[in-house]
């Protein structure tokens, strides 16, 4: 049955939020207590579970916590390992999973009880076994018919708790959209660009984290002045968190906003598939890559989008998206010459047409739409007006159509 999460603020009191620490606590002890031993030998999850009904039998301490809390500590070491063999599959050099430091550990799960949502007038309370009620701010309504599967307690760097709530959703209220490849658009991720699409559009990337890297680096060295263990310490640390989570937040604004567009203004979206590991190699350029987010921009796009497909980036920026010749550029090179068909334009307006091509190739749609006619580089060549803009462009003046922007990354799947 297909499920769906959302995600509330949580107001615990003082008690509470004690309770609630407490509790992450006890998480990072036994996920500590459990990377130790697959440490010496392979732990499957059940193996890790038979470990913890021994504990309880020498650390009788731990009743007082909830037992299918207790247990998903196991299912999260067995998340992680799984990723690591994904890893190492793909043939990236991988070690084994490190303890948990204090400041490190954020979240606890409740999996099929321990847990309910009750509402006492104005307020509603979300009821945790051995906590309590904790007041929540509830601004979305669950669907009709829908059964809670699980709870996930998180605690930002700055101190918020948050809480995840995973629900079923009946197969009658999954839509099922029709599908028109009229509205289909190619898109390539970037750098200076974050998005160039097939229809000639490019969306400047915000680049959050190097805005923010001056009052960053001023609060940092606050911390590495103040003395370690003291209060004045404390409080610079958490003046340096509110500033990654405001980072933070200032991403996902921008990624769900612009993810948003174009589910609706288009049926389908075709991404090219990037090695985000591989391109992280070019130190010069890691950080932009890591801060343009693009792995969590697809991720909002799958979900929003009616058709997400991914495509292969193989000769996106070097094939003409006209004539098909290929045409090698460095990466300095922002504008894409063809010497056989004498096609000029931007590279990354080149590089998200040829992604529309290959994505409807798979679907068996060898041409254009012909909505979309109007915005291909062969329409654009035969106007006299944007020729006349092409020269000034050469010339040095920037014409309307030729925007700098930069590509995406493809996945397939289904709006639920």
């Known amino acids: 049955m297909p499920i769906r999460n959302y995600k509330f603020r949580l107001y615990p009191n003082s008690n509470q939020e004690y309770k609630l620490q407490n509790n992450l606590a006890v998480c990072r002890w036994l996920y500590n207590k459990f990377v130790e031993q697959t440490q010496k030998s392979f732990l499957s999850r059940n193996d890790m579970n038979y470990i913890l009904t021994e504990l309880k ?16 500590v196991s299912t999260q070491i067995e998340g992680s390992e799984k990723a690591l063999i994904e890893l190492s599959k793909k043939g990236h050099k991988i070690g084994q999973l490190k303890f948990a430091r204090y400041n490190e550990f954020k979240t606890f799960t409740y999996n099929q009880s321990g847990y309910k949502i009750e509402t006492h007038g104005d307020k509603t309370l979300l009821y945790l076994s051995k906590i309590g009620y904790v007041e929540i701010r509830k601004h979305r309504e669950f669907p009709d018919n829908t ?7 998180t605690k930002s760097k700055s101190g918020k708790w948050h809480v995840c709530i995973t629900v079923d959703v009946e197969e009658s209220l999954i839509y099922i959209p029709k599908i028109s490849f009229a509205k289909a658009v190619g898109i ?37 002045r103040r003395k370690k263990g003291s209060n004045n310490r404390l409080k610079a640390i958490l003046r340096m968190q509110k500033i990654h989570e405001k980072i933070v937040n200032q991403r996902k604004d921008f990624q769900h906003k612009l993810s948003a567009q174009y589910a609706k203004n288009n049926d389908v979206v ?3 598939k990037l090695e985000k590991l591989n391109m992280v190699k070019n130190h010069r350029l890691a950080r932009s890559i890591m801060d343009s987010s693009w792995g969590l921009f697809l991720q909002k796009l799958e979900y ?9 980036s193989k000769n996106t920026t070097v094939d003409c998206s006209r004539c098909g010749n290929k045409v090698p550029k460095s990466l300095a090179v922002r504008i894409h010459r063809c010497n056989k068909c004498n096609l000029i334009l931007n590279r990354d307006y080149n590089a998200s047409i040829n992604i529309l091509q290959k994505g409807l190739k798979i679907f068996k749609q060898d041409k254009l739409p012909q909505e ?6 062969a ?16 010339c040095g003046s920037s014409p309307s159509f030729l925007k700098d922007s930069i590509g995406i990354c493809l996945k397939y799947a289904c709006r639920q």
């Open 147 to 153: 059964n809670i599967k699980q709870v996930i307690i």
């Open 304 to 312: 929003k989008c009616k058709l997400l497909v991914e495509v292969s």
């Open 379 to 394: 329409e654009i060549l035969m106007r006299s007006r944007k020729q006349e803009e092409v020269t000034q462009f050469l």
């Open 372 to 377: 979309l006619r109007k915005v291909t580089p």
């Open 188 to 224: 390539d991720v970037g750098i200076k660009s974050f998005t160039y699409d097939s229809d000639g559009y490019s969306t400047p990337n915000p680049l959050n984290l190097k805005k923010m890297l001056k009052p960053l680096a001023r609060v940092q060295r606050k911390v590495s």
């Open 270 to 272: 075709f991404v090219e």
């Open 57 to 72: 039998q020498s650390e009788p301490w731990l009743y007082n916590y909830h037992s299918k809390m207790l247990q998903m």
